[in-house]
C-alpha cells in the first residue's frame, strides 16, 4: 500500500478526527444535529433585517447592544442577544456565513449546550475586557480611549473566534487554532479598534478554559492510572474482595 503525499498526511493529521466526528454525527442525526446553529443564523438575518428599518434600530440597540458605558447589570441582560446583533458596518453576508460554519461545527463536535456556553463565554469576555480597557485608560497596558466607552461591542464574531480556538484546542488541530489566533493578532496591528482587541480577549479567555480543561484530564488521567496501579483501589497486603 503506497503512502499518503505528506501535505494529505498532514491534513488527515490536522482535520481527520474533527471532520469524522462532523460527518458521523450529520449522518446520524441530519439536520436535527444543527438546531442550534440554524436558530442562530435565522436570528442574526431577523435582527440584521429589524436594525435596518426605521422603526428597528432604536429597539435592537436597546436590547443587544451593550456598550462599555452601561451600567454592568444592563450589559448583562443585553448580552446574550448581542451574540445575534451584526456589525451594522460589514456585510451580513459574512457573519451569517461564518456563524453557520464555525457553529455548525461546534454544535456537532461540542454539544448544543457547550457550544453556547463557550460562545457566550468568549462574548462576556471581550465584552468586560472593553469596560476594564475603558477604565485603565489609553496610556495603560492594554487601556483604551474613553470614547470606545461608547462603541458597540463585537456582535457574533467574538463568539465565532472563541469557538473555532475553543474546537481546534478539543480536536487537536492545532495549525488551524495557530492560523485563527494569527489572523485575530494582525487584525489588530493592521487596524487597532475595539473590535479587534475583543477578539484577542475572547481567545484569551478561551484558552485559559482550554488550559483548565487540559489540567483536570490530566488530574483524572493521573489518577485512573494510580487506581490501576494499586489494583483497582485495594490496600497493599489486603486480599481481594470476594463476592
Known sequence: MSRLPAPRRAARREWG????????????RGVRALALTWTAVALTAVVQLVQN????YGPVRSLG???AEDPGWLALLRTPLSLFVPALDLPVWGALAQILVVFGIAEVCLGRWRTL?????????GTLYARVGVALGP????GLPASDAQVVDTGPSAAVVGLAVYV????????????VVVAMVVEVLVK?????REHLASIAAVLVVCAVR???????????QGLRAGGGGTRSGEPPMRS
Request: proline fraction near 2%; aromatic fraction near 12%; charged fraction near 15%.
Open 17 to 28: 478526527p474533527l471532520l469524522t466526528t462532523v460527518g458521523n454525527g450529520l449522518r446520524a
Open 117 to 125: 456556553a463557550v460562545a457566550y463565554a468568549a462574548t462576556l469576555a
Open 139 to 142: 496610556d495603560a497596558f492594554l
Open 214 to 224: 487540559e489540567w483536570l484530564g490530566r488530574r483524572r488521567e493521573g489518577g485512573a
Open 192 to 196: 487597532d479598534n475595539l473590535a479587534g
Open 53 to 56: 428599518q426605521a422603526w428597528g
Open 65 to 67: 447592544a451593550v456598550r
Open 168 to 179: 481546534c484546542h478539543a480536536y487537536r488541530a492545532w495549525f488551524t487554532g495557530s492560523l
